[in-house]
T-cell receptor, first 115, second 117 residues
């Protein structure tokens, strides 16, 4: 069965510093992977997705993620953090269950930006 | 504007008093789902629906009911709420759960923060 592990429930970085949010997955089939972002008091929105094309995926707001099959990882990065990046980030993997495709979610990582 | 609308945004209720959280989408999506979000536990699926009159249990269905009489609406019903159902609830929708449709991800509502005292 597929699963997702996000390392670190909270990550704190200074404004302008590199952001790195970790996501590892387990999957018996080639995975489709997603990162979602949840800003305070809002629902989740899709940040980027990996669907077996390019291993380096670019998303909105300057974020990108690299799929590494050998490490079963899909870490999210941004070169320079901005105060507006403060949010909770969720990694998800697509699974096939009950004859349909659905998403399995990580526990989330809250990104804190220090001025 | 394409969206998923949940109501209410905030609700405080007492143990045992039946309540309904509404969810409506205007994108003609076949698939709809309810999640609860709790600190450290991420998103856990309560129920989902593949289409009208087709609902199924997710990971944490106990204490909840749903119905899907129309394609656009997917209400979440708590017949007898208890304090352990205090949580943040999200409704989500997407086109039918095929490989291709899921590539576009889910559209989420803004959430309902429920407190049961």
């Amino acid at each position: 069965a597929q699963s997702v592990t996000q390392l670190g429930s909270h990550v704190s970085v200074s404004e302008g510093a590199l952001v790195l949010l970790r996501c590892n997955y387990s999957s018996s089939v080639p995975p489709y992977l997603f990162w979602y972002v949840q800003y305070p008091n809002q629902g989740l929105q899709l940040l980027l997705k990996y669907t077996s094309a390019a291993t380096l995926v670019k998303g909105i707001n300057g974020f990108e993620a690299e799929f590494k099959k050998s490490e079963t990882s899909f870490h999210l990065t941004k070169p320079s953090a901005h105060m507006s990046d403060a949010a909770e980030y969720f990694c998800a993997v697509r699974t096939f269950m009950d004859s349909n495709y659905q998403l399995i979610w990580g526990a989330g990582t809250k990104l804190i930006i220090k001025p | 504007e394409a969206q998923v609308t949940q109501n209410p945004r905030y609700l405080i209720t007492v143990t045992g008093k039946k309540l309904t959280v509404t969810c409506s989408q205007n994108m003609n999506h076949e698939y709809m789902s309810w999640y609860r979000q709790d600190p450290g536990l991420g998103l856990r699926q309560i129920y989902y629906s593949m289409n009208v009159e087709a609902t199924d249990k997710g990971d944490v269905p106990e204490g909840y009911k749903v119905s899907r009489k129309e394609k656009r609406n997917f209400p979440l019903i708590l017949e007898s709420p208890s304090p352990n159902q205090t949580s943040l609830y999200f409704c989500a929708s997407s086109h039918y759960g095929t490989k291709t449709s899921l590539d576009y991800g889910y559209t989420f509502g803004s959430g309902t923060r429920l407190t049961v005292v």
